[in-house]
């Protein structure tokens, strides 16, 4: 008995021929019960994925480079100098994507802002303490370009005892100095004049001469007495790396971070290799020249290294950072002129890790100059102590 032929539900609508499959609509899911839709965002989901995984993968990568392999790679010796904010921009495209896309991703890209904050940006939550014996305070400023705005007014307002300036005219600079400090001692060596409350017995230059300019010396030492007792002040004005930062805005210079050592390429990897080894070289003699001291120490001044790489890592090992155990921030100087607040620690002040404690430390917040100043008290402590 032949089946009965029943009419449409639904007469208006296309009606397949039969023994032909059914054109898929919008919407329909496919044979394997996923539309076209859910395809494209599982493929979205797992290309975003992959991004935020390199994407994190390389920022600890380059943050790890700078700490530890600065000197050592013409990238991350000039990347350690970038503002560290840079290395989070690409949160932002990723971030807007998870959104939409894949709102789990935001933990690991959230992740990446208190890695850079505590992790890289040396935070600092210091409390200050009182002092219990004599204390006083230093503070340094490279003063080479403060665009006319003196150093004076952050220097009253800490009520200094020690005044250290590099990058000086010692006889302008000097000259100034005793007129704005009549009570004070004043002395001059190459680019250095320090300002001091306390008598000031001898002073003179180091024998390391600057690589940029060998008739200038990068270090010069002062012997003061305070309140009874012999303290040493080094100074130091380190070379800068500008040249070698500025370089790598060049085509040639990124094909030498890319491991091409020929032609021009090779001139500009050899000549950043030269100038940090030769920096690293400067701190290991002025942390020599340290160890034979006799007395208390200061050494202060700008440092040119920002507080990552094997430099800043050998002062911290040999002598007491005055913002690392009493800073609060981050306390960066430079640079105090750019449209951006400042990133970097250059100019620093450390003590002896005998004889003397930091009790404060204080980085100029909102002048002007180049580089901004930094202040730092200490007090004398017995050796036992």
Known sequence: MAARDYPPENPGEFQPTPGKARPREHGVAAGDGVTLGQKI????????????????VLYLVVLYGMEHEAENSQFFSVAMYAPPWVWLLPIIPLGALA????????????LCVPVMIFGFMDLRWNSHVSA????FKVVTNNIGQDHKKSYTSFADLQKADIIALQDANPTVHGKQAAEHYPNHHVAA?????????????AADVLPMPDPADPRHRVAAWFELEVEGRPLLVFMLHMPTPRQEIMAVKSPSAILGMLGKSTGNSGALHEQNERFFLRQLELAR???????????????????????HGHCYRLYRENWREAFSERGQGVGATFPGDAHFPAWLRLDNIYCSQTGLRPIHAEAESDRGSQHRAMAASFEFIDARR
């Open 285 to 307: 003699q002025m942390v020599q020249i340290t160890r034979a001291a006799k007395a208390p120490f200061i050494v202060c001044g700008d440092f040119n290294v920002p507080t």
């Open 99 to 110: 959104i939409f896309v894949y709102a789990r991703l935001l933990i690991p890209l959230a």
């Open 132 to 135: 219990t014996g004599r204390a």
């Open 189 to 201: 060596k190459d680019q250095f004049v320090l300002i001091s409350k306390y008598p000031i017995h």
């Open 41 to 56: 965002l599982g493929w979205s989901r797992w290309l975003l994925t992959a991004l935020t995984v390199v994407y994190c």
